[in-house]
């Protein structure tokens, strides 16, 4: 969820498209929440053909390409670890022998990106929470029968604050609303990463394998004596995909995006069946072929200028990316309590007013609480 923070004595090309990519990533999840969370749902669906109309039936089968939105977060893992390396990767590159890692900047430049939209979206989930649970939507969440979900319930309410304030969050805690699991991942991908640029600084291949190693080693969970390091192994090489084309892009690996990009052809693939333990991974290897299908095109001088002009979505996207899930739910339950029967409409009318109102909330807080801190310089 990073915006593209390149330094301009670096002499790179221009990467605007990834902000592009990015911003469609978090549009393509707030969406695919939208349909979930604001629509009845195909077992009322199919229950019940002749209460749709053409339009309404031909809108269900077209938005069920919007279903794959905890895959399409591999993609922000992988896209997170080609720029967080990106910098690191041509210093290496430049000065291999005198590189060094800022660590107390790089911590900071972290925590201060994570933490100032995160901070600001538990706040809009905890006031969700009180107005839902005061309204009496709760009552509607538990028995809908097309999805059960609550915003946010805790019997400690300190503690499970504080631990995903730590990122602790569906390991030790229960998760602070919906959708925050997978920044648990990538603060801990941070934290470790600093040591895999060490053994990257001596060989990408010692790095690559030990990631690898790890990863081979998280299927068996019962050799790990402290659980948070086995889930984040488990999905840590995805972010090294990442890794692994930011050093192509700055030149310590042999440039191969024309050879990566396809591994975009597993998609068509992964939407047919799941794959088990190694369904992530294998998604996480089709955005890395993605990303170098576009690094390869710019590299011919192939502009990518409509993802290019997607940029301001892609700089709000990480503050969407948090907000949305309880302003939807929130909505959701207020829908069921006009309707006799408490169900969510069978049309999509709804769903799109609720992604207009989540784009609308997403910008003003990226405006207001987010721009301002990742502006500044350090």
Not at 242 to 259: Q, S, T
């Amino acid at each position: 969820m990073n915006p593209i923070e390149l330094n301009a004595k670096q002499n790179t090309k221009p990467l605007r498209f990834l902000d592009g990519l990015r911003g469609l990533a978090a549009l393509y999840v707030m969406l695919g929440h939208a349909r979930w969370i604001l629509w009845r749902g195909y077992e009322d669906f199919f229950k019940h053909p002749g209460d749709y109309t053409f339009f309404e039936k031909f809108m269900a089968y077209g938005l069920s390409v919007l279903r794959y939105g905890h895959e399409v977060v591999f993609f922000f893992f992988v896209l997170s670890g080609f720029v967080i390396h990106l910098r690191y990767a041509i210093k290496l590159k430049d000065s291999p022998e005198s590189a060094k890692f800022d660590w107390g900047p790089f911590v900071y430049r972290r925590a201060r990106r994570l933490y100032i939209p995160l901070i600001f979206a538990m706040i809009l989930t905890y006031l969700c929470d009180i107005i839902g649970r005061r309204l009496g939507y709760v009552e509607f969440y538990k028995t809908a029968v097309y999805f059960e979900i609550q915003v946010f319930h805790s019997a400690n309410i300190l503690r499970d604050l504080f631990g995903n304030l730590f990122f602790l969050m569906d390991t030790y805690v229960p998760q602070w609303g919906p959708d925050l699991w997978s920044l648990k991942f990538e603060w801990w991908f941070y934290m470790i990463y600093p040591l895999f640029w060490v053994l990257s600084k001596r060989s990408i291949r010692l790095a690559s394998g030990v990631m690898a190693f790890l990863f081979l080693l998280s299927f068996f969970p019962r050799l790990w004596p402290v659980r948070l390091f086995w889930e984040v192994f488990s999905l840590m090489i995805t972010w090294w995909f990442g890794v692994l084309l930011a050093d192509m892009y700055a030149g310590r690996i042999n440039n191969r995006f024309g050879l990566c990009s396809l591994f975009v052809l597993l998609i068509p693939f992964l939407l047919k069946r799941p794959f088990g333990i190694l369904n992530d991974p294998l998604w996480a290897l089709a955005f890395a072929g993605l990303i170098s299908f576009c690094l390869y095109l710019e590299g011919k001088n192939i502009r990518l200028r409509i993802l290019d002009c997607l940029k301001p979505l892609g700089d709000m996207s990480y503050t969407l990316y948090v907000i949305h899930s309880p302003l939807l739910i929130l909505l959701s339950g207020w829908l069921m309590s006009r309707d006799p029967q408490h169900l969510l409409p069978k049309h999509f009318g709804w769903a799109g007013l609720g992604a207009l109102m989540c784009l609308g909330v997403a910008y003003l807080g990226h405006l207001l609480v987010e721009k301002p801190f990742i502006s500044r310089k350090g």
